[in-house]
Structures are given as C-alpha cells and as structure tokens.
Nanobody
Framework: QVQLVESGGGLVQPGGSLRLSCAAS????????IGWFRQAPGKEREGVSC????????VYVDSVQGRFTISRDNAKNTVYLEMNSLKPEDTAVYYC?????????????????WGQGTQVTVSS
C-alpha cells in the first residue's frame, strides 16, 4: 500500500525558511517522480516543484524559482522541499504526490498518489 507522509510545516516569519519532507512507503523513487503542490484558502491547488525519477531533473514554477529547492534521498525514500525567503503568499497547505513517470510535471492531474498535506503559514 502506497503512503506519502509530509512533515515540516509550521509558522514562520516573512523571509524565513522551512524544510518540508515527504516520506514514501510502498513505492520507490527510482520509478516514481515526486511533486510538491500547494493550496491556499479559496484558491485552486497549484504545482510548486517536482523531481524526476529517471535522472533527478527538477522543475520549479516561476513564483518559487530561486527560493525553493527540491531534492531526494533514495536511500531514505524521502523527498525534501527547502523553502527560503518565504513570503506571505506562500501560505498554503503543501502536498506531495507521486506519479509513475520517468519525467515529472507540475500538472496535478498526472499524479497517482497524494499525501495528507502539511500547513505552512508565513506571517509576522
């Protein structure tokens, strides 16, 4: 049974940093690409970043480019999202998801499995 568990969310001041973790069981990251998504209150879910299973290629949406870094530890079957220079508009529930694909995308309809989400709040 596939399970994705996010952790690391919390309350942080603008300009601060957080590192989210996505621990996977029931699948391996050399086969599944992993994406991070977020959903703010009253808004649609949006893609943030992803990392491909085949070669570790990463993708970022423009709003987080240069501030967020996605990485993976295959030995731990865990993907991380390092978030720096956080802004109030980054406030959202963050989800990780897995898709059986060699190349990842930030389109949520391609993903097969989802975690329960972790809340990130950026506020002074």
């Amino acid at each position: 049974q596939v399970q994705l568990v996010e952790s690391g969310g919390g309350l942080v001041q603008p300009g601060g940093s957080l590192r989210l973790s996505c621990a996977a069981s029931g699948l391996t990251m050399d086969v599944y690409s992993i994406g991070w998504f977020r959903q703010a209150p009253g808004k649609e879910r949006e893609g943030v970043s992803c990392i491909s299973s085949a070669d570790g290629r990463t993708v970022y949406v423009d709003s987080v480019q240069g501030r967020f870094t996605i990485s993976r530890d295959n030995a731990k079957n865990t993907v991380y999202l390092e978030m720096n220079s956080l802004k109030p508009e980054d406030t959202a529930v963050y989800y990780c998801a897995a898709e059986w694909a060699r190349a990842c995308s930030v389109a949520d309809y391609t993903y097969d499995y989802w975690g329960q989400g972790t809340q990130v709040t950026v506020s002074s």
